[in-house]
């Protein structure tokens, strides 16, 4: 090992190990560092894709990039983990580590989070180097473009490709509980994950991750996007945000002339978001209708450690009380999405988070000017039943029992499953949703009927939704939002 330049990669699928670390002292210095090293690493795998770009290359060469890495180590009579003797793991410390990639993009949360933990614990910070090579791929996204098929043929025998054995959500889904060999998980996602999802996320919302807030709305349909672009257009304009960005990076400043042209073909999940100073802005994402979108881009957003997201859009009333226009606010959901059974049983309670559902109540109440037995007539909370089948009608009669016994007040196909990747990645979520029709009560919807219901409560639904959200930034700021009910047994240290 040459400094901390290069390191050797014994077993890059096994325990992670720190090489080179260095001790810090502030989680600043911490973040410098990391950005430092990683930058320093994507510059030798890019040095030496020009050198085999251009044949150069010494076949002998093996001096790979690797992924920085951060880890944290507590006192043993300072962690409180729950299933340590239960598990027999008795130390002198404990160690959490993890690997970390786009270090510049989180520098911000990094500094939250070491910081909570330095106050918290006698903590020692070490940086350095790990035992995970970077795939090309993630280091220069376009780096095979111009190669020759035969280069292109040779290039996994010179560089490292992604590895799919190591990618995958283990500590998210609390498998790594079992597993005590090296550090613990400092963090819910390894650097390779988050490579996967970064690219994911250009791809399905076509902007840059750098763009998205903190603060997401899901929505299923596009007028609820042109309702959120013509806000935020008069936000920016206002000088209440910075800028207002669309896909394909499209940014509009308070000049009001945007960077380049609208795309031409929309991505498969438009993102559109609200930049304010500080971080604090909102991001909208039509998602579609169906969970498979659903569960895709929530698997992807959840890298971004966003501090909430919820679901906005509309559904069918299933009861003969309910009115088009009325809200429906979910305390439970059944989960007849089935896109998340393999990871998360639907046996598994999803638990409401109490401040979301305080701030979407207020919201309505705040939006609509209702209270009292009027806000309780409009707004109808209970048990939402998320299903994949968009002609569940043409099956009732299955379904019927099904309904009746879990006192359901709507049905729709996105909420559950956004309400189970949040309790699942622990990102706070809520369902507000506009009944759009009554299939059981002889309303189905029609065009005429449509067009009618979104010019009342399209705009209306928004800005509930956005009130929600400046609602919760208060509860974030005062660090009340971050539901421990959320947290498993042996939850790693970052949020």
Same mark, same amino acid.
């Given at each position: 090992?040459?400094?901390?330049?290069?390191?050797?990669?014994?077993?890059?699928?096994?325990?992670?190990?720190?090489?080179?670390?260095?001790?810090?002292?502030?989680?600043?210095?911490?973040?410098?560092?990391?950005?430092?090293?990683?930058?320093?690493?994507?510059?030798?795998?890019?040095?030496?894709?020009?050198?085999?770009?251009?044949?150069?290359?010494?076949?002998?060469?093996?001096?790979?990039?690797?992924?920085?890495?951060?880890?944290?180590?507590?006192?043993?009579?300072?962690?409180?983990?729950?299933?340590?003797?239960?598990?027999g793991r008795i130390a002198s410390r404990h160690l959490f580590g993890t690997t970390v990639?786009?270090?510049?993009?989180?520098?911000?949360?990094?500094?939250?989070?070491? +910081?909570? #933990?330095? &106050?918290?614990?006698?903590?020692?910070?070490?940086?350095? %180097?790990?035992?995970? @090579?970077?795939?090309? *791929?993630?280091?220069?996204e376009a780096a095979t473009a111009t190669l020759t098929t035969e280069q292109r043929n040779?290039?996994?025998?010179?560089?490292?490709?992604?590895?799919?054995?190591?990618?995958?959500?283990?500590?998210?889904?609390?498998?790594?509980?079992?597993?005590?060999?090296?550090?613990?998980?400092?963090?819910?996602?390894?650097?390779?994950?988050?490579?996967?999802?970064?690219?994911?996320?250009?791809?399905?919302?076509?902007?840059?991750?750098?763009?998205?807030?903190?603060?997401?709305?899901?929505?299923?349909?596009?007028?609820?996007?042109?309702?959120?672009?013509?806000?935020?257009?008069?936000?920016?304009?206002?000088?209440?945000?910075?800028?207002?960005?669309?896909?394909? +990076?499209? #940014?509009? &400043?308070?000049?009001?002339?945007?960077?380049?042209?609208? %795309?031409?073909?929309? @991505?498969?999940?438009? *993102?559109?978001?609200?930049?304010?100073?500080?971080?604090?802005?909102?991001?909208?994402?039509?998602?579609?209708?169906?969970?498979?979108?659903?569960?895709?881009?929530?698997?992807?957003?959840?890298?971004?450690?966003?501090?909430?997201?919820?679901?906005?859009?509309?559904?069918?009333?299933?009861?003969?009380?309910?009115?088009?226009?009325?809200?429906?606010?979910?305390?439970?959901?059944?989960?007849?999405?089935?896109?998340?059974?393999?990871?998360?049983?639907?046996?598994?309670?999803?638990?409401?988070?109490?401040?979301?559902?305080?701030?979407?109540?207020?919201?309505?109440?705040?939006?609509?000017?209702?209270?009292?037995?009027?806000?309780?007539?409009?707004?109808?909370?209970?048990?939402?039943?998320?299903?994949?089948?968009?002609?569940?009608?043409?099956?009732?009669?299955?379904?019927?029992?099904?309904?009746?016994?879990?006192?359901?007040?709507a049905i729709d196909m996105e909420s559950a499953t956004v309400a189970a990747a949040g309790?699942?990645?622990?990102?706070?979520?809520?369902?507000?949703?506009?009944?759009?029709?009554?299939?059981?009560?002889?309303?189905?919807?029609?065009?005429?009927?449509?067009?009618?219901?979104?010019?009342?409560?399209?705009?209306?639904?928004?800005?509930?939704?956005?009130?929600?959200?400046?609602?919760?930034?208060?509860?974030?700021?005062?660090?009340?939002?971050?539901?421990?009910?959320?947290?498993?047994?042996?939850?790693?240290?970052?949020?």
């Amino acid at each position: 090992m040459t400094d901390d330049t290069h390191v050797n990669l014994p077993d890059s699928n096994g325990p992670l190990i720190l090489q080179g670390g260095e001790i810090v002292e502030t989680p600043a210095e911490a973040a410098d560092r990391l950005i430092e090293l990683y930058e320093q690493q994507v510059g030798i795998i890019k040095d030496r894709f020009e050198k085999f770009a251009d044949g150069s290359l010494d076949p002998q060469d093996d001096l790979h990039g690797v992924y920085p890495a951060l880890t944290v180590a507590i006192p043993a009579e300072q962690a409180t983990m729950t299933s340590s003797l239960a598990l027999g793991r008795i130390a002198s410390r404990h160690l959490f580590g993890t690997t970390v990639t786009q270090p510049a993009l989180f520098r911000q949360y990094f500094m939250r989070q070491l +910081d909570k #933990i330095q &106050k918290r614990f006698s903590a020692t910070i070490k940086v350095g %180097l790990s035992n995970r @090579p970077i795939p090309l *791929s993630f280091a220069l996204e376009a780096a095979t473009a111009t190669l020759t098929t035969e280069q292109r043929n040779q290039i996994q025998n010179f560089f490292f490709t992604p590895n799919l054995v190591s990618t995958n959500d283990d500590i998210v889904d609390g498998k790594q509980i079992l597993n005590r060999s090296g550090p613990s998980p400092l963090a819910l996602f390894t650097a390779e994950r988050v490579d996967y999802s970064l690219n994911r996320i250009r791809h399905y919302s076509a902007t840059s991750p750098e763009h998205f807030q903190p603060y997401i709305l899901f929505t299923n349909y596009q007028r609820y996007v042109d309702e959120f672009v013509e806000w935020g257009l008069e936000e920016v304009k206002a000088g209440r945000a910075e800028r207002l960005v669309e896909p394909g +990076d499209r #940014i509009t &400043k308070a000049d009001g002339k945007p960077s380049r042209d609208p %795309l031409e073909k929309a @991505p498969q999940m438009p *993102s559109y978001h609200l930049v304010r100073k500080g971080n604090r802005g909102v991001t909208l994402v039509n998602i579609g209708v169906g969970p498979s979108n659903a569960k895709t881009i929530t698997d992807h957003l959840a890298v971004l450690r966003p501090h909430v997201w919820l679901m906005i859009g509309h559904c069918g009333g299933l009861r003969r009380t309910q009115q088009l226009g009325d809200y429906v606010l979910a305390h439970a959901y059944l989960r007849e999405d089935h896109v998340l059974d393999h990871a998360l049983p639907p046996a598994v309670p999803l638990p409401t988070i109490a401040e979301v559902q305080l701030a979407l109540t207020a919201a309505v109440e705040q939006e609509t000017g209702f209270s009292g037995r009027e806000l309780k007539r409009h707004l109808r909370t209970g048990t939402v039943v998320t299903t994949d089948d968009r002609n569940w009608e043409l099956r009732f009669e299955d379904l019927a029992v099904t309904l009746n016994q879990s006192r359901a007040i709507a049905i729709d196909m996105e909420s559950a499953t956004v309400a189970a990747a949040g309790y699942r990645y622990r990102v706070p979520y809520g369902t507000l949703l506009c009944v759009s029709d009554r299939p059981l009560h002889g309303e189905i919807k029609l065009p005429g009927m449509a067009n009618a219901f979104y010019q009342e409560r399209v705009g209306q639904h928004l800005k509930i939704g956005l009130r929600t959200l400046e609602l919760l930034r208060s509860e974030a700021d005062a660090g009340s939002l971050h539901s421990r009910k959320l947290r498993s047994f042996d939850e790693p240290l970052f949020r």
